[in-house]
């Protein structure tokens, strides 16, 4: 049996994050780099927005014929032409004249301000109706007044993204702009899931004595779909060596980036998965001072990063939360790792056993601040009270008893995490 080390979370935290490097690059059409980290930055090629064009459905116009025009004063222009969003029309305009102009459409020579049209004396538009001879202004307008300039947003030849950006849908918005249809971004983690126990049945199966269904690898592969992780199913591995072999040799054929095993990582007569990975594996078996959780193995299976994850499934996702979540989003290339983080205050007492504890909680927003409540029984294999959940309130080591009223740190588990 391999010795076994106590550790801290933030130092088990740290051996997991010194074990995985953020993997190499890829050009994926842009949808697909949706939440993904850019690997080089961008450079627009085009300025945004490309040409002038008017704000506003209205007449273009010289902002000098309409100095002086008030409802009171209305100046008449001769109207040369209509131009519609994606059009352009052949005309210049010379002092006394306007053109009807859409909203986006580009703004004439000679133009150099626009009128919105609730300021002339058209009552509405109306395509049937041809294009009238002449308009009244009933406004000034100081040059520029409704135009958008070439190189408003982006000017062409800046660099508009820089590398190591996480792509939000903003972000795709603007290299649709741009005219950027394929991507650079860091390729997707590849997640080997593994089961393992010989209590375990499938999810459609019926009941039988003694057994329970594979609940970790449901759990386990959607906390891993929820990061923009690719998902390897490695199925159940039974208990014995050669079973939980060949299911890792599966997973090693299939290029995952990392393994995530549940149970079978304690000191048991049948924890076989210690026993595989003691003997082929770099593995550093630990006993690390949280809970839920405790037994962690981490280390490289053949050369593959390797996590092994307590069996209990409350254990399983708080220490997937804790150790796996981080782990794969610095393979992703992501450098904001944490969850967000808020002081609340509780409404009710805590007893813990010293270890750092992760409490399901439920977080609120009061007039002055937020506050938590638990979730009910704490218990590794009660699943429902972190269904309940929406935060994990963080009792630090050594400490036994938090007080109604005190303060304690909630890692939010539903709030998106911020790029900045
Ligand atoms: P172990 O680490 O193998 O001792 O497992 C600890 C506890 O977790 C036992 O009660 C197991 O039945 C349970 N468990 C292990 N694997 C799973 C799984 N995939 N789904 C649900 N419960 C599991
Ligand atoms: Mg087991």
């Known amino acids: 049996m391999p010795s076994l080390e106590y550790l801290t979370v933030a130092e088990a935290l740290q051996l997991v994050l010194d074990g995985v490097r953020p993997l190499p690059s890829e050009r994926v059409p842009l949808l697909d780099a949706l939440g993904r980290v850019l690997t080089e930055p961008v450079v627009a090629r085009d300025s ?3 040409f002038a064009n008017s704000s506003m459905d209205g007449y273009a116009l010289r ?9 009171d004063n209305p100046v008449t222009l ?28 580009p703004l004439p020579p000679g133009a150099d301000a626009v009128v919105p049209v609730e300021d002339t004396d058209e009552a509405w538009r109306d395509a049937q109706r041809p294009l009238r001879a002449q308009v009244q202004i009933r406004r000034a307008v100081q040059p520029g007044a409704y135009v958008r300039r070439v190189g408003e947003d982006v000017l062409a030849g800046t660099a508009v993204l820089p590398a190591g950006r996480l792509l939000r849908p903003q972000e795709i918005g603007v290299l649709a702009s741009l005219g950027v249809a394929q991507v650079p971004v860091v390729r997707r983690p590849r997640v080997g899931i593994l089961a393992t126990g010989d209590e375990l049945i499938d999810v459609e199966a019926p009941l039988a ?34 079973d939980v072999r ?36 770099n593995m550093g078996f630990w006993r690390v001072r949280m809970r839920p959780g405790k037994p962690l193995a981490f280390g490289a299976y053949q050369g593959v990063p390797y996590l092994g994850l307590p069996g209990n499934p409350v254990s399983a996702m708080v220490s997937f939360e804790r150790f796996a979540r981080p782990a794969i989003l610095k393979l992703a290339g992501h450098t904001r790792l944490e969850r967000p983080q808020v002081e609340v205050t509780l409404q009710e007492e805590i007893h813990s056993d010293g270890r750092e504890s992760y409490v399901r909680a439920v977080v609120t927003r009061a007039p002055d601040g937020y506050t938590a409540v638990t979730t009910g029984s704490q218990g590794s294999h009660v699943m429902t009270s972190l269904v309940k959940a929406n935060a994990l309130l963080i009792v630090p080591e050594g400490v036994t008893y938090v007080a109604p009223g005190e303060q304690v740190t909630a890692l939010m588990l539903d709030w998106p995490t911020t790029v900045f």
Request: proline letters at 5%; charged letters at 15%; glycine letters at 10%.
């Open 48 to 50: 945004l927005p490309p």
């Open 63 to 71: 902002a000098a014929d309409v100095q002086d025009a008030a409802p």
């Open 78 to 105: 001769r109207v040369l032409a209509d131009i519609a969003a994606g059009a352009t029309a052949d005309v210049t305009l010379t002092a006394g004249t306007a053109v009807r102009i859409m909203t986006g459409a």
């Open 209 to 242: 004595p003694g057994k329970i269904r594979n609940s970790n690898s449901y759990a386990q592969t959607a906390q891993v779909l929820a990061l923009g992780a690719a998902p390897v199913a490695l199925g159940v591995a039974r208990d014995t060596e050669a």
């Open 246 to 281: 060949a299911k890792l040799q599966a997973g090693l054929d299939a290029g995952v980036d990392l393994f995530v095993s549940s149970a079978g990582v304690s000191v048991g007569v049948y924890d076989v998965v210690t026993a595989v990975l003691a003997s082929a594996g």
